[in-house]
T-cell receptor, first 114, second 111 residues
Framework: AQSVTQPDIHITVSEGASLELRCNYS??????LFWYVQSPGQGLQLLLK??????LVQGIKGFEAEFKRSQSSFNLRKPSVHWSDAAEYFC????????????FGTGTSLTVIP | DGGITQSPKYLFRKEGQNVTLSCEQN?????MYWYRQDPGQGLRLIYY???????QKGDIAEGYSVSREKKESFPLTVTSAQKNPTAFYLC??????????FGPGTRLLVL
């Protein structure tokens, strides 16, 4: 069965520090992978996606993620965090063979300290 | 402006009452989805529809119903059978094997 694990429920970083949010997935075929960000009381905004090709993908707001098939991981990174990055981050895998059904992780809450 | 709209932003339900959440998209997407979000549980799929007049149950469909009479619209009804309806409800749309785009959400509260 498809699943997504985000092992870190909550992360605190200082403004200007680097960030890495972890995501591991379980899926039999080549996955479609996504990272979304959610501000309190809002919908989800797409940060970046991986379908195929280059395993390092760039997204909006200076985020990037690397697909590592051998580790079943799709970790999100940012070299220098801004206070406005404080939000909830969700990793998702798209099970394309079953009609574009998505499976979401439980999210990582990011706090940024000034 | 292209996008997904959800209404209302807040909805209050009385005991035994059915309530309907609206979701409209003008992105010309074939597929639409309803998710429920509870603290610490991520997003759970309630129903999804890949084409008009067709929809499938997701992981937590009990106590909910949907219809898809138009491509642009995918309303969700929370029935009285749903005993714990308090949550944040998110609607999304997308095309097959492509990104899902989300609406701003509706928060449902029980009086």
């Amino acid at each position: 069965a498809q699943s997504v694990t985000q092992p870190d429920i909550h992360i605190t970083v200082s403004e200007g520090a680097s960030l890495e949010l972890r995501c591991n997935y379980s899926y039999g075929a080549t996955p479609y992978l996504f990272w979304y960000v959610q501000s309190p009381g809002q919908g989800l905004q797409l940060l970046l996606k991986y379908f195929s090709g280059d395993t390092l993908v760039q997204g909006i707001k200076g985020f990037e993620a690397e697909f590592k098939r051998s580790q079943s991981s799709f970790n999100l990174r940012k070299p220098s965090v801004h206070w406005s990055d404080a939000a909830e981050y969700f990793c998702a895998v798209g099970a394309g063979n079953t009609g574009n059904q998505f499976y979401f992780g439980t999210g990582t809450s990011l706090t940024v300290i000034p | 402006d292209g996008g997904i709209t959800q209404s209302p932003k807040y909805l209050f339900r009385k005991e035994g009452q059915n309530v309907t959440l609206s979701c409209e998209q003008n992105l010309n997407h074939d597929a639409m989805y309803w998710y429920r979000q509870d603290p610490g549980q991520g997003l759970r799929l309630i129903y999804y529809s890949q084409i008009v007049n067709d929809f499938q149950k997701g992981d937590i469909a009990e106590g909910y119903s949907v219809s898809r009479e138009k491509k642009e619209s995918f309303p969700l009804t929370v029935t009285s059978a749903q005993k714990n309806p308090t949550a944040f409800y998110l609607c999304a749309s997308g095309t097959f094997r492509e990104t899902q785009y989300f609406g701003p959400g509706t928060r449902l509260l029980v009086l």
